[in-house]
């Protein structure tokens, strides 16, 4: 059984939204967990809720904003956490290489700060204590590819704008959903009719530097906490892509098969897939929170 119907199920909106930059694309939506905020969260003993970093799907390309995303927010933030799912440009309105990365990198070093921030000030009838200034990232299809990534900044090659001297202090782990998390392979198997290719501008024998910047794969591994988690059953992202990763990061990775588990259910907070989602963030946090 498909989960499709989850990218337009309505849900509860989010508590506010802040930006993170000047363009329409440069914002974040954002939902607070039920009750107290200082008292939630299953992520252990920190000052305030965890905060989930939500990278959304839908291969890059335009017709998918993080409205998509919203059932999948408030199933996170009803689990306990504070969540803000990114805005970034896209293929089709202005993204694609570079500018994709430009957004995702700003957002994911600017806004756990900025969310931070808004809770101290927001008008909300209470005080609820800020969660801290990092994130754990949670992306899902081409976001679980952008949140691994931006994890994985370090490691980028010397030329590439985007090449952090250090790990990227703002992010505490990431968990990847059907993640495409080989860029080359994507563009091998056309998924999505060329995604990657128009996404990078390219294939590989095209644009090898992009493809060096671009790939998780030749990025790994991360330097936190990493959970892949993949359905058995996906059609759209196929499973040996976070199989491949998992084999290269070794250790610094852990890869989490759900039998037949379609693309959509990672996503849907009543797909009996949901608990393994919940698992995957709460062994992330745990494991950054030590």
């Known amino acids: 059984m498909s989960s499709r119907g989850v990218l337009s199920r309505p849900a509860p909106p989010p508590r506010l939204t802040v930006s993170y930059g000047p363009l329409p694309e440069h914002v974040a939506d954002v939902w607070l967990p039920p009750g107290e905020p200082s008292a939630a969260g299953a992520g252990g003993d ?29 199933g996170l933030a009803a689990a306990g956490y504070v969540v803000a799912a990114i805005e970034y440009r896209r ?3 202005d993204g694609g290489w570079p500018t994709t990365f430009d957004d995702v990198a700003l957002a994911v070093d600017t806004v ?15 005080a609820p204590t800020s969660p801290p ?10 976001g679980g590819h952008l949140a691994v990534w931006a994890a994985s900044r370090h490691r980028a090659p010397a030329s590439a704008p985007w090449r952090l001297a250090a790990p990227p202090p703002s ?3 990431v968990v990847s959903l059907a ?3 080989d860029l080359p392979a994507a563009a091998e198997l056309d998924l999505d009719g060329g995604a990657a290719r128009d996404f990078l501008g390219g294939g590989p024998g095209d644009v090898p530097e992009r493809y060096a910047a671009a790939d998780p794969l030749r990025l790994t591994p991360a330097a936190v906490p990493t959970v892949l988690v993949h359905g058995t059953d996906d059609e759209q992202v196929p499973p040996e892509l976070s199989r491949r990763y998992a084999a290269a990061a070794g250790p610094h990775a852990s890869l989490v098969e759900l039998p037949g588990v379609e693309h959509f259910a990672l996503i849907d907070p009543e797909s009996p897939a949901w608990p393994s989602v919940l698992d995957a963030v709460t062994q992330v946090v745990r494991a950054e929170r030590g």
């Open 179 to 181: 993640g495409v998390l």
């Open 171 to 173: 992010v505490a782990g």
């Open 46 to 74: 920190g000052d305030g809720p965890p905060l989930l970093l939500v990278v959304h799907g839908g291969f890059w390309r335009e017709e998918y904003d993080r409205r998509h995303a919203r059932p999948q927010c408030a």
């Open 112 to 126: 756990p700060a900025a969310v931070a921030a808004a809770l101290r000030e927001a008008p909300t009838g209470r």
């Open 91 to 93: 293929v089709g309105r």
């Open 133 to 142: 200034p990092d994130a754990v990232l949670v992306g899902h299809s081409a």
